[in-house]
């Protein structure tokens, strides 16, 4: 059984940084996709960032230049780094772990509790 916990949100002003960290526990398949989500107030979860097991990376246009997202594999944690926050960037920031299939369907997702993060004008 996998587990996944977020740590690192709060409240920060417009131009802060924060880094989010999610810990693994369980045994995580190679064929996976790992990534950052969110969910604001109102609107639908959204993606934010993810990369492949094979260290393929893809970004969302909202914080391309500004979010780097990372993996400590001797850590079996991810990271979401957030430079120059945004007001618009303030919601629950959830990591994810996605099982995929041989052919790129998900056969298995996990996800952990998600973490706040305010960012003040």
């Known amino acids: 059984q996998v587990q996944l916990v977020e740590s690192g949100g709060g409240l920060v002003e417009a131009g802060g940084s924060l880094r989010l960290s999610c810990a693994a526990s369980?045994?995580?398949?190679?064929?996976?996709?790992m990534g950052w989500y969110r969910q604001a107030p109102g609107k639908q979860r959204e993606l934010v960032a993810t990369?492949?097991?094979?260290?393929?990376?893809n970004y969302a246009d909202s914080v391309k230049g500004r979010f780097t997202i990372s993996r400590d594999n001797a850590k079996n944690t991810m990271y979401l780094r957030m430079n120059s926050l945004r007001p618009e960037d303030t919601a629950v920031y959830y990591c994810t772990v996605m099982v995929l299939t041989t052919y790129g369907g998900v056969l298995n997702d996990y996800w952990g509790q998600g973490t706040q993060v305010t960012v003040s004008s």
């Open positions: 369980g045994s995580i398949f190679s064929n996976n996709v």
């Open positions: 990369m492949t097991s094979g260290g393929r990376l």
